[in-house]
């Protein structure tokens, strides 16, 4: 029994590295192995189906006294729309509940997929898919604040802040860096980098019992601590994996709230 542990560990590739994130595609294409459908792939578009699924099913038959479903499809809606929109939007914030429960519900099982047994691994640890929903959220902003204010005036609101004429040079410039250019790349990157180090902190002391069981009997202890601490690792992810779609929702609506709002 032990030599078959040794044998299987000395298979297992350590340390992990970042092509460990690029996956072969599950589905057959032409004569070489391509990544157009991977694992990453698949979770997503299952993401995508559970989320629609949940809530088409859950508000079929809407009742008074509501299902355990409908109060847990209830409760996620509530949530944002309370503490997020309305916290940020005030009244207006209701117009955007809608958006932003999808949008927090969708990073958050996909960010989900991290710790869930089998799949192990988040798509929002490849950077495509937190700069979509990054890119996404910055349109929206910059359209709602052309659409409220006028195109010009949004502009001028955006990056004329009040200040000496003097001083204008200097603050446009900084003004025009963050708003539009920060705030995507920050969306994005928090999110991807946040997933990619989770993944890669699971991985590292996943495989690193597996190392040491292989190195040596004696280190045998050492990888049951190793082990130890990725399931200690894994109760943090879950809150990285929590924290990270609220994160994401939060500066979503603060960023819609300043095109909206009439002073700079």
């Known amino acids: 029994m032990i030599e078959q542990s040794l044998v299987l560990a000395s298979e297992v590739p350590f340390p992990p590295s970042v092509e460990d994130f690029y996956l072969p595609s599950i589905v057959p294409w032409g004569a070489h192995d391509s990544y157009w459908f991977t694992k990453i792939t698949a979770l997503m578009w299952v993401s995508v189906a559970a989320i629609i ?5 859950t508000y079929r038959k809407p009742q008074l006294v509501p299902t355990k479903k409908q109060w847990l499809a209830e409760s996620i809606y509530g949530f944002v729309r309370n503490n997020i929109a309305v916290d940020m ?17 969708f990073i958050l099982l996909m960010n989900f997929w991290a710790i869930v047994p089998f ?8 950077i495509a898919f937190p700069a979509i929903l990054a890119v996404i959220s910055y349109v ?13 005036k949004y502009f001028k609101h955006a990056l004329i802040p009040p200040a000496p004429w003097f001083i204008l040079p200097l603050l446009i410039p900084i003004e025009f860096f963050s708003t539009f250019l920060v705030r995507p790349f920050s969306l994005a990157v928090r999110l991807f980098a946040n997933m990619f180090a989770g993944h890669m902190l699971l991985l590292v002391f996943t495989l690193g019992g597996f190392a040491m069981l292989n190195a040596n009997i004696w280190f045998a202890p050492f990888s049951l601590v190793s082990w130890a601490m990725t399931i200690a690792l894994t109760f943090l992810e879950f809150l990285v994996i929590c924290l990270q779609a609220y994160v994401f929702t939060v500066l979503t609506a603060s960023y819609v709230q300043g095109a909206l709002a009439d002073e700079h």
């Open 53 to 57: 699924i949940f809530f088409l099913v």
């Open 140 to 152: 929206m902003f910059i359209y709602i604040g052309m659409k409220h204010h006028g195109g010009l």
């Open 89 to 105: 939007l005030g009244k207006r914030g209701i117009n955007f509940a809608p958006y932003l429960t999808t949008l927090f519900v």
């Open 119 to 126: 799949a192990q691994i988040s798509p929002n640890s490849h």
